[in-house]
């Protein structure tokens, strides 16, 4: 069974317990200690990825942002340093939207 599906089905036999009445402290402070390890994980991918961003941007002065829509847009050439910019510009994104759903918790 792949991780992936055997993972989910241990979120489900959780939520089954709870649906069901089952409340545990242990359960219930467990999820929370998970949930503010994956929120610290990715408060620290972002700060590494900012310090990567602002490289750029000194180097270029050019926000992220703005160099990102010429980037997508065609504006710019496809040199290894824009691809990186870009690359980076996206995982950043990606920490960002995953960081806005951990800290909607608690």
């Given at each position: 069974?792949?991780?992936?599906?055997?993972?989910?089905?241990?979120?489900?036999?959780?939520?089954?317990?709870?649906?069901?009445?089952?409340?545990?402290?242990?359960?219930?402070?467990?999820?929370?200690?998970?949930?503010?390890?994956?929120?610290?994980?990715?408060?620290?991918?972002?700060?590494?990825?900012?310090?990567?961003?602002?490289?750029?941007?000194?180097?270029?002065?050019?926000?992220?942002?703005?160099?990102?829509?010429?980037?997508?847009?065609?504006?710019?050439?496809?040199?290894?340093?824009?691809?990186?910019?870009?690359?980076?510009?996206?995982?950043?994104?990606?920490?960002?939207?995953?960081l806005g759903v951990?800290?909607?918790?608690?």
């Amino acid at each position: 069974m792949p991780a992936q599906s055997r993972f989910l089905d241990q979120l489900q036999v959780l939520n089954t317990l709870y649906q069901r009445g089952y409340h545990s402290d242990l359960m219930e402070r467990s999820l929370a200690k998970i949930i503010e390890l994956e929120r610290s994980h990715a408060l620290q991918q972002a700060s590494d990825l900012q310090t990567k961003l602002q490289a750029y941007e000194t180097q270029y002065h050019l926000p992220s942002d703005t160099f990102y829509q010429q980037f997508s847009a065609g504006e710019l050439d496809d040199s290894m340093d824009f691809v990186e910019w870009s690359v980076f510009y996206d995982m950043w994104q990606s920490v960002q939207t995953r960081l806005g759903v951990l800290q909607s918790i608690g």
